[in-house]
């Protein structure tokens, strides 16, 4: 089952683990960075199709992202 509380503390962590802002990693996905911060607080949440491409540029797998496992490799 979706957990959004995990999908947005792991998009945060995802995200300052790369060393990335807010604003940084809107531009990466052509959002405003008011944008990724609602989706890091669960204001929002990105389309299925951008949680899949969010899931495919921080190299992890999409259960993972969207809280459904603990494991974060893809393939495993």
Not at 4 to 22: A, H, I, P, V, Y
Not at 44 to 59: I, S
């Given at each position: 089952?979706?957990?959004?509380?995990?999908?947005?503390?792991?998009?945060?962590?995802?995200?300052?683990?790369?060393g990335l802002t807010l604003?940084?990693?809107?531009?990466?996905?052509?959002?405003?960075?008011?944008?990724?911060?609602?989706?890091?607080?669960?204001?929002?949440?990105?389309?299925?199709?951008?949680?899949?491409?969010?899931?495919?540029?921080?190299?992890?797998?999409?259960?993972?992202?969207?809280?459904?496992?603990?494991?974060?490799?893809?393939?495993?």
């Amino acid at each position: 089952m979706f957990n959004k509380n995990l999908f947005c503390e792991r998009l945060k962590f995802l995200r300052t683990s790369q060393g990335l802002t807010l604003e940084q990693l809107g531009t990466v996905f052509s959002v405003t960075k008011q944008t990724v911060s609602r989706w890091e607080t669960g204001d929002r949440l990105p389309p299925l199709n951008v949680a899949y491409e969010l899931a495919e540029y921080f190299n992890v797998s999409t259960d993972y992202l969207l809280g459904r496992s603990e494991n974060h490799k893809i393939n495993e």
